[in-house]
């Protein structure tokens, strides 16, 4: 593998967990209203 291609790798998986931690931000925002 190139520098180049192990660099975009990373960059799709950071911007994979960034969605991931935003579903479960929401997820959880949502639990919360639930209870209120």
Same mark, same amino acid.
């Given at each position: 593998?190139? +520098?180049?291609?192990? +660099? %975009? %790798?990373? +960059?799709?998986? !950071? %911007?994979? &967990?960034? %969605? #991931?931690? !935003?579903? +479960?931000? &929401?997820? #959880?925002?949502?639990?919360?209203?639930?209870? &209120?």
């Amino acid at each position: 593998m190139t +520098i180049n291609a192990n +660099i %975009d %790798d990373m +960059i799709h998986r !950071r %911007d994979a &967990l960034k %969605d #991931t931690f !935003r579903s +479960i931000e &929401l997820s #959880t925002e949502n639990v919360n209203a639930q209870q &209120l």
